[in-house]
């Protein structure tokens, strides 16, 4: 793992990898069904478990969420491409966008909140806090329940990421990319590192 000699600067970036791809769903006022896509968000907290995502005022969720307290994120697959970032370019605010995309709504169990049906992962989730950060408020959900196909799992009923098969996004490059192969065994490959010590 050679340093290299010289780094450019390429300014303030929202650049992570990855960023997913998630789907972010919740009833409107009026008891619409209703989602968008969100690549701002990830787990942050392990006890209450909690994830977080970043949606701006403007989105027709933003409220929807404000106001029923509940939502549910799908991990968004390769094969919902098309419709994963037509979620993102269209509000709800004017359109039944899930019917238009080809996207099935159902109820969630643990929380009062639609799931995408065709996400292959859900996380079931009742917002805990939302915090003004500036063009976006950040929504911190406990996660109550998580549901997955019962083809995703592994031999040990865990969701497998070859056949989840996530979408990736990338804010660099603006495009949408699929996971890589498994490269080792977390909390376990850095041990050879330590014979240093
Ligand atoms: C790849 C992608 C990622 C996005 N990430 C976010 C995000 O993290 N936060 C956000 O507020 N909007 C994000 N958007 C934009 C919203 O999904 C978009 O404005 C959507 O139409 C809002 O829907 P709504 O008005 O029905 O809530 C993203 C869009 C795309 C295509």
């Not at 949606?55 to 933003?62: A, F, L, N, S």
């Amino acid at each position: 793992m050679p340093a290299k000699d010289s780094k450019r600067s390429l300014g303030a970036l929202p650049l992570l990898y990855p960023e997913p791809v998630l789907l972010v769903a919740t009833y409107d006022g009026a008891g619409k069904a209703n989602v968008m896509t969100a690549a701002w968000g990830g787990i942050c907290c392990s006890e209450p478990l909690s994830l977080m995502v970043a949606v701006r005022p403007e989105r027709w969720t933003h409220d929807a969420l404000l106001e029923r307290k509940a939502f549910t994120v799908g991990i968004a697959s390769e094969s919902m491409l098309a419709a994963a970032d037509f979620v993102g370019i269209v509000s709800g605010r004017r359109y039944d966008k899930i019917a238009a995309a080809g996207l099935t709504a159902e109820k969630a169990e643990k929380v009062n909140a639609p799931f995408i049906a065709e996400c292959p992962v859900i996380l079931e989730c009742s917002l805990e806090q939302s915090i003004r950060l500036g063009v976006h408020s950040m929504m911190i959900g406990r996660i109550e329940d998580v549901k997955a196909d019962e083809d995703c799992l592994d031999a040990e009923g865990r969701p497998d990421p070859a056949k989840v098969a996530p979408l990736i996004f990338d804010a660099g490059t603006r495009g949408y990319y699929g996971i890589g192969k498994r490269l080792g065994d977390a909390f376990s490959v850095g041990k050879a590192l330590m014979q240093g010590l």
